[in-house]
């Protein structure tokens, strides 16, 4: 059974950083393509950066130049390092395994202006 556990989530400043991890356990981690999606109160969940096996990433407009996604295989591990955030990216961060189709439960980010 896949687990994958978010932590890193906070409350920060306008103009501040924090870093997300994902950990995951029960999956082959390196071949999986992994992302973090988000969900605001009120809004649907919406991807936010995908990062292939091979290291490909993609983003949402709304992040690009802002946020970087990144991988360790050797410690099953996603990260998603957000930089410059703005209130709009206050959202519940979740991580996701899209090859097991799994979801952690979660992390809180709360961008205060």
């Known amino acids: 059974q896949v687990q994958l556990v978010e932590s890193g989530g906070g409350l920060v400043q306008a103009g501040g950083s924090l870093r997300l991890s994902c950990a995951a356990s029960g999956t082959i981690f390196n071949i999986s393509a992994m992302d973090w999606c988000r969900q605001a109160p009120g809004k649907q969940r919406e991807l936010v950066a995908l990062?292939?096996?091979?290291?490909?990433?993609n983003y949402a407009d709304s992040v690009k130049g802002r946020f970087t996604i990144s991988r360790d295989n050797a410690k099953n591990t996603v990260y998603l390092q957000m930089n410059s955030l703005k209130p709009e990216d206050t959202a519940v961060y979740y991580c996701?395994?899209?090859?097991?189709?799994?979801w952690g439960q979660g992390t809180q980010v709360t961008v205060s202006s």
């Open positions: 990062i292939t096996s091979s290291g490909t990433t």
């Open positions: 996701h395994d899209l090859r097991k189709n799994s």
